[in-house]
């Protein structure tokens, strides 16, 4: 497979909306959202969303199918909300990249994607959250309140609450620490 760019990005976006034919919306999540950000981490996937009627979704699927194989891409639907829970009015705060044939595509939710990068921990996420909050797409406070509305409901997306305050934890050292 090959790494995700933002030009291999764009060429993807850009070949999905002339070969789909219908209207709908894309969501982009994780390090293919943070790419569009300006994000400098290389990422090895696209994971995304989307909203389409019903009697679109398979042909959706095969094109996007069929376009990940032939740019060797990793390409992946995750459900929104299937990481993390999402934080009041997550849908709200999506950011329009552009249209693409009759695509609307998104980032989705800057803090649902933070949210879900401490949830997972690891080193990486870690750095992508705070490239969030030193780009100032997200703010530290918006995120603690974000992080405080969902951490009862952890557990019910398989997340450790402890850990993923810990983790947050590290995320405030790390904010502190910079300012």
């Known amino acids: 497979m090959e790494p995700v760019t933002l030009d291999t990005l764009q060429s993807f976006l850009q070949r999905l909306g002339e070969r789909y034919p219908s209207a709908g919306i894309l969501y ?15 990422t090895v996937d696209v994971d995304y969303a989307f909203e ?7 042909q959706f699927e095969v094109t996007v199918a069929e376009l990940a194989a032939e740019m060797r891409l990793d390409v992946e639907e995750v459900p929104l909300g299937k990481f993390v829970p999402l934080p009041p009015q997550a849908h709200e ?5 552009g249209r693409y044939g009759q695509l609307d595509v ?13 949830a997972r921990g690891f080193e990486a996420d870690l750095e992508d959250v705070m490239f969030l909050l030193h780009e100032g797409l997200i703010e530290f406070g918006e995120l603690e309140r974000h992080f405080n509305a969902i951490l009862p409901d952890a557990p019910k997306a398989d997340i450790i609450p402890g850990e993923f305050r810990d983790y947050f934890e590290e995320i405030r050292r790390r904010f502190v620490e910079c300012d």
Do not use: H, M
């Open 52 to 58: 389409l009627d019903a009697e679109s979704v398979e």
């Open 28 to 42: 982009l999540l994780g390090g293919s959202a943070l790419c569009l950000l300006g994000n400098p981490r290389t």
């Open 106 to 118: 998104y980032i989705f939710d800057p803090y649902s994607i933070a949210l879900s990068k401490i």
């Open 93 to 97: 705060r999506r950011r329009l990249v």
